[in-house]
């Protein structure tokens, strides 16, 4: 059965960066890309990153684009999110999904879930 696994949130200062960890275990990368949402008190879960079973395709959303980096290690079947320059409006619980095939932003796409790690950017 496929698990997925987040940590690293924590409480920082705007300006700070912070690297997000997502562990998938039960089944290989190979076949599945990843994708981190965040979701913020009173307000929609938005899919902010995915990056491809191959490496070759990363998205960003526009609020997050150029500030945050999204990788994956196969070896440890892991993938990470560095976010750097963060912002209040950065505060949220993050999730990791998984999917088949390839990148989508819907959350009803996506069967598996991790239970979230919170972020919280504040002065």
């Known amino acids: 059965q496929l698990h997925v696994v987040e940590s690293g949130g924590d409480l920082v200062q705007p300006g700070a960066s912070l690297r997000l960890s997502c562990v998938v275990s039960?089944?290989?990368?190979?076949?599945?890309?990843i994708t981190w949402f965040r979701q913020a008190p009173g307000k929609e879960r938005e899919g902010i990153s995915c990056?491809?079973?191959?490496?070759?395709?990363?998205n960003y959303a526009e609020s997050v684009r150029g500030r945050f980096i999204i990788s994956r290690d196969d070896a440890t079947n892991t993938v990470y999110l560095q976010m750097n320059s963060l912002k209040p409006e950065d505060t949220a619980v993050y999730y990791c999904?998984?999917?088949?095939?390839?990148?989508?932003?819907?959350?009803?796409?996506?069967?598996?879930w991790g239970q979230g790690t919170q972020v919280t950017v504040s002065s």
């Open positions: 999904a998984t999917r088949a095939n390839t990148c989508h932003s819907s959350v009803s796409e996506y069967p598996y």
């Open positions: 039960g089944f290989t990368l190979d076949y599945i890309v």
């Open positions: 990056i491809s079973s191959n490496d070759r395709v990363k």
